[in-house]
């Protein structure tokens, strides 16, 4: 069970066990293929600029399986402990789907970018709600400067969003708790060596991550099982 006192601050990062516990497919986990294509192949710059109806297939089929999925016990948890700690908890995910949004948390950082959001990959345009699937064989959505709508999702090669604000918040903090996260992909799997000389660190997930010798603690199980009791009591 987690202590948290009113002086600590709370970094959490979420990977995509927490997503894969609400049925959403974890591409790393069956090899980084998706109808034969290697994941980087329909997931980066250079897809978009070779073949971006090929890129719209598969980003409408994540998008078909993040709306079938439901928010998970784990989401709820973390929901609701935004509610006790409110500024002082920070959550960044990795997850490009909405399911901690839709399980009642207001402030999430998705550092990955979001799957029902677009952008124009010419202007400065800000990135917009976009439910649609753009199902072949609809055309490529044009924005009104010309240029191609594409996914708001940060692809192989590209920059994660925000990163100002996620170093400035592992400053911060505390206590620093990764969830269902593989402790592979950079930058988020040298977060927690950032703030472990000074940080309490926790990994909660269904096994061991590549970076599990960093992390204080280590509660292996199924994020939406570990969570809700962990929290169940905090310090005033």
Same mark, same amino acid.
Request: hydrophobic share 40%; net charge negative.
């Given at each position: 069970?987690?202590?948290?006192?009113?002086?600590?601050?709370?970094?959490?990062?979420?990977?995509?066990?927490?997503?894969?516990?609400?049925?959403?497919?974890?591409?790393?986990?069956?090899?980084?293929?998706?109808?034969?294509?290697?994941i980087e192949e329909v997931?980066?710059p250079e897809a978009w600029?070779?073949?971006?109806?090929?890129?719209?297939?598969?980003?409408?089929?994540?998008?078909?399986? =993040?709306?079938?999925?439901?928010?998970?016990?784990? *989401?709820?948890? #973390?929901? &609701?402990?935004?509610?006790?700690?409110? !500024? /002082?908890?920070?959550?960044?995910?990795?997850?490009?789907?909405?399911?901690?949004?839709? =399980?009642?948390?207001?402030?999430?950082?998705?550092? *990955?970018?979001? #799957?029902? &959001?677009?952008?124009?990959?010419?202007? !400065? /345009?800000?990135?917009?709600?976009?439910?649609?699937?753009?199902?072949?064989?609809a055309e490529i959505p044009?924005?009104?400067?010309?240029?191609?709508?594409?996914?708001?999702?940060?692809?192989?090669?590209?920059?994660?969003?925000?990163?100002?604000?996620?170093?400035?918040?592992?400053?911060?903090?505390?206590?620093?708790?990764?969830?269902?996260?593989?402790?592979?992909?950079?930058?988020?799997?040298?977060?927690?060596?950032?703030?472990?000389?000074?940080?309490?660190?926790?990994?909660?997930?269904?096994?061991?991550?590549?970076?599990?010798?960093?992390?204080?603690?280590?509660?292996?199980?199924?994020?939406?099982?570990?969570?809700?009791?962990?929290?169940?009591?905090?310090?005033?």
């Amino acid at each position: 069970m987690l202590a948290v006192y009113p002086s600590d601050r709370v970094f959490i990062l979420t990977g995509a066990g927490v997503s894969a516990e609400s049925g959403i497919p974890t591409f790393r986990g069956v090899g980084g293929l998706w109808r034969n294509y290697r994941i980087e192949e329909v997931a980066s710059p250079e897809a978009w600029h070779r073949d971006p109806r090929l890129v719209w297939e598969f980003y409408s089929m994540r998008r078909q399986a =993040a709306s079938a999925a439901k928010p998970n016990p784990a *989401h709820f948890a #973390l929901a &609701k402990l935004e509610d006790a700690l409110q !500024d /002082r908890l920070f959550v960044c995910t990795q997850n490009v789907d909405s399911l901690h949004e839709r =399980a009642g948390s207001g402030n999430v950082v998705h550092m *990955h970018g979001e #799957l029902f &959001k677009s952008r124009c990959d010419t202007c !400065d /345009r800000p990135p917009f709600d976009d439910t649609n699937l753009y199902e072949p064989p609809a055309e490529i959505p044009r924005c009104e400067c010309g240029g191609r709508i594409r996914p708001h999702i940060c692809w192989f090669g590209e920059v994660p969003f925000e990163l100002d604000r996620i170093y400035a918040a592992l400053d911060e903090c505390t206590v620093f708790i990764a969830v269902g996260t593989s402790g592979v992909v950079e930058p988020a799997a040298s977060f927690v060596a950032q703030v472990n000389d000074r940080a309490r660190t926790i990994y909660v997930g269904p096994e061991n991550p590549a970076n599990v010798s960093t992390f204080t603690e280590c509660h292996l199980g199924k994020a939406g099982e570990v969570l809700p009791a962990f929290f169940r009591r905090l310090c005033p």
